[in-house]
């Protein structure tokens, strides 16, 4: 009776484990940042994995915004709205770029701001990084295995 009781939260200890490891195996997903633009010592990387149609009007993608001088990279999940030409973070994560260790996250959305004027700032830029998803999007059905797993 003992070795049956024993055997069993062995079982349930290895199951415990397994279970626990691939929870933090599934928290982390595959990121392809593909670089496509810079300005003002930051770049702009676009995670090609991310980017998803919400209807035909409307492109969601991840952006990373890596400022390098404050060893800062931020993730702004990205709504672009193609009809009103615009764009709105949805969703934000800030990582310590040489360790990758998460430092910030908010889930409350920026105000929505255009992408095609140029007197706001490096909107353009913001347009660039639309170009390069809808043609990434064209020309690539799958998702890639490359990139780095991250939180």
């Known amino acids: 009776m003992m070795f049956g009781l024993n055997k069993k939260l062995i079982m349930l ?3 415990v484990l397994v279970l626990a490891l691939s929870g933090s195996a599934l928290a982390a997903k595959r990121v ?3 670089f496509v633009d810079s300005g003002a010592h930051t770049g702009y990387y676009l995670d090609v994995n991310s980017i998803q149609y919400d ?3 409307e492109l969601t993608a991840d952006i990373y915004i890596v400022k390098p001088l404050f ?3 931020f993730m702004y999940t990205t709504v672009f709205d193609m ?3 615009s764009y709105q973070f949805v969703y934000t994560k800030i ?3 040489d360790t990758r260790e998460v430092t910030g996250k908010s889930d409350i959305p920026s105000p929505k701001v255009g992408y095609t004027n140029a007197a706001v700032g490096n909107n353009r830029i913001m347009e660039s990084v639309l170009d390069y998803a809808l043609n990434w ?3 690539h059905i799958y998702k890639t295995n ?3 797993l991250l939180d």
Do not use: C, I, L, S
């Open 146 to 148: 490359e990139g780095e």
């Open 32 to 34: 392809d940042r593909r």
């Open 71 to 73: 060893n800062t990279m």
């Open 13 to 15: 200890m290895v199951a």
């Open 95 to 97: 990582y310590k770029y």
């Open 55 to 57: 209807n035909p009007d």
């Open 137 to 139: 999007h064209r020309t």
């Open 83 to 85: 009809k009103e030409h």
